[in-house]
């Protein structure tokens, strides 16, 4: 893992210096997820099964969640970053207290085949996408206190793209994008039956490859922008901005629409955290606009590049030897193909030679 920081400004010239690598997993990193309210907390899911929780502070890992036996496809926070919620490829639906690695709640998704999963705030329910049983796109709604059952399961049609759920806590919208779709469906979540409600759709001739969200302190607050994606098109080679706008013509600020959000300042630090304590974000106003005055400042650990001494259990060191493991195991393997093929070849080579020899024409 890569820890990138953008200068003041946003980018003018290539970064080709990382502020600081992160070794630790044995296969390649697939997911990374920032802690919601500590600051230099960072998650990262590997195709070795395990959840590493990194303290960017001293650059190393603090803890491994280490209780799945298959691919991680998509991990989600609480509003308070107090649970973390994931699905695997082993079609399992987890709910984990991620400081200890227990596993608080686990859903067998045998109809519903998981694939992402994201908390609805703090409502205490999770959503998810996947496949039914008769490969049709659905999407399912949880309480996180019970995973026996899902509340309900919903259709929606019968392509193949993955969805991707995009959930705004301030307006209780759920948007739904399908991964080689032009559309993005949006809904309504309420506290009550049926919980979901069908508003409308964007759409667009463009398929998707991805989606990327704007933070809730960069949107436009004068033009009521609620939500806004950047839209990864493949076919152009371009970012296309989709912006969702409530029209309202009135040029006062609408406090309905843009309640109390959470805010750039973090409300822990990392030992606090790690200590087991738990806190709701702290909570900004969009009236003003977006004013950085955070004044935390990342530096990463300082290490000796040249001459670096080891302990014998550093992350470094684990990963040096993985790879040289790996690397020892696919030698051996291809020794012994090749000495698998040459023990074929020889026992040819003997009946060809006793055929010879058996020939009348020898005799």
Not at 1 to 10: C, F, Q, S, T, Y
Not at 101 to 113: D, F, I, P, T
Not at 318 to 347: P, Y
């Amino acid at each position: 893992v890569r820890i990138w920081e953008i200068p003041e400004g946003g980018l003018k010239r290539n970064m080709t210096e990382a502020a600081l690598e992160l070794f630790g997993h044995s296969r390649r990193v697939g997911l990374v997820e920032w802690h919601p309210t500590t600051n230099n907390i960072l998650f990262s899911a590997g195709y070795d099964y395990k959840v590493l929780i990194w303290n960017l502070e001293v650059g190393e890992p603090v803890k491994m969640i280490d209780c799945h036996s298959d691919v991680i496809l998509c991990v989600s926070f609480n509003a308070d970053g107090s649970l973390l919620a994931t699905t695997c490829k082993d079609k399992r639906l987890r709910v984990l207290e991620p400081r200890s690695g227990r596993v608080l709640q686990e859903a067998s998704c045998k109809n519903h085949r998981v694939n992402r999963v994201v908390f609805l705030g703090s409502t205490k329910r999770l959503l998810t996408t996947g496949v039914s049983r008769w490969n049709t796109r659905q999407i399912a709604l949880w309480d996180q206190e019970d995973l026996s059952m899902p509340l309900i399961e919903e259709e929606i049609d019968g392509l193949s793209g993955l969805l991707f759920p995009f959930y705004d806590a301030d307006t209780h919208m759920l948007y739904l994008a399908g991964k080689g779709d032009g559309n993005i469906r949006y809904y309504e979540i309420g506290s009550e039956k049926p919980y979901l409600s069908y508003l409308m759709e964007f759409r667009s001739p463009a398929p998707q490859k991805g989606l990327g969200v704007m933070p809730k302190h960069g949107l436009d607050v004068s033009a009521c922008e609620v939500f806004r994606f950047y839209k990864l098109i493949t076919l152009k080679g371009l970012i296309e901005p989709i912006s969702m706008i409530v029209p309202r013509r009135s040029e006062t600020y609408q406090e309905d629409i843009y309640p109390m959000t959470p805010g750039t300042e973090p409300a822990l630090t990392p030992d606090e955290w790690l200590s087991g304590v738990n806190r709701d974000p702290i909570l900004m106003s969009l009236k003003e606009g977006y004013k950085r005055n955070s004044k935390i400042v990342f530096k990463a650990p300082v290490r000796e590049k040249k001459s670096v001494v080891l302990h014998p259990f550093t992350p470094i060191l684990v990963f040096q030897l993985l790879r040289m493991f790996f690397r020892q195991q696919d030698e051996s393997r291809r020794l012994k193909d090749e000495l698998s093929q040459k023990d074929i070849r020889i026992r040819q080579l003997q009946l060809e030679l006793k055929n010879f020899r058996n020939s009348p024409k020898n005799n």
